[in-house]
């Protein structure tokens, strides 16, 4: 299997810019998980869904953070518009029920 | 605050030697489970270890879990610079496959 695929792997961009993070989970995964990681918090659970559906989006920092998972093989976490401190490293990871989570290697994210 | 904590922040031991880092948390849970991050890597899933169970091996690795103290630890035997990473754990209360994360332990094995 391919494993989970995020694009693009690096983004450099201004401040007040529209930056889209696309994630491919593993296929026949119904969970899937969005992560922001920085030195200062750690790794953060943004939002994830089951079966297509969000499930939890507590954790998306503000109404500048969306989130959409159209099918089973494809989401999207979109920032608009972004800001200097939204940099870090976004990972996306899907599991199968309750088994452990894949994760892709993660887009690298920074705001000018 | 995350519901996991690992304990240490950071450990550097020479090659050969073993390793041990310790995970604490706060509520009851269904499963933990360790990962590992490679530096500019996504986390990768070393063991997972059940409610029920107190200890489970897999290679040179070793989990034990004391549900009683709501900790665990992790413990790599004959380390090797390869090993070198970041160390997570991971617990699991049961809500539709959610994990949540400790702050990690950053492990350097020294060749």
């Known amino acids: 299997d391919a494993g989970v695929i995020q694009s693009p792997r690096h983004e450099v961009t201004e401040m007040g810019q529209e930056v889209t993070l696309r994630c491919k989970p593993i296929?026949?995964?119904?969970?899937l998980f969005w992560y922001r990681q920085t030195m200062m918090r750690g790794l953060e659970l943004l939002i994830y869904?089951?079966?297509?559906?969000?499930?939890?989006d507590s954790g998306m920092p503000e109404d500048r953070f969306s989130a959409k998972m159209p099918n089973a093989s494809f989401s999207t976490l979109k920032i608009q518009p972004s800001e200097p401190r939204d940099s870090a490293v976004y990972f996306c990871?899907?599991?199968?029920?309750?088994?452990?989570?894949?994760f892709g290697d993660g887009t690298r994210l920074s705001i000018l | 605050s995350q519901q996991g904590e690992e304990d240490p922040q950071a450990l550097s031991i020479q090659e050969g030697e073993n390793a041990t880092m310790n995970c604490s948390y706060k509520t009851s849970i269904n499963n933990l489970q360790w990962y590992r991050q490679n530096s500019g890597r996504g986390l990768v899933h070393l063991i997972l270890i059940r409610s029920n169970e107190r200890e489970k091996h897999s290679g040179r690795l070793r989990v034990t879990l004391d549900t009683s103290k709501k900790s665990s630890s992790l413990l790599i035997t004959a380390s090797r610079a390869a090993d070198t990473a970041s160390y997570f754990c991971?617990?699991?209360?049961?809500?539709?496959?959610?994990?949540?994360f400790g702050d990690g332990t950053t492990l350097t094995v020294k060749p």
């Open positions: 991971a617990t699991d209360g049961g809500n539709a496959g959610k994990s949540t």
């Open positions: 990871a899907s599991s199968q029920g309750y088994q452990p989570q894949h």
């Open positions: 296929s026949g995964h119904n969970s």
């Open positions: 869904f089951n079966n297509n559906v969000p499930i939890d």
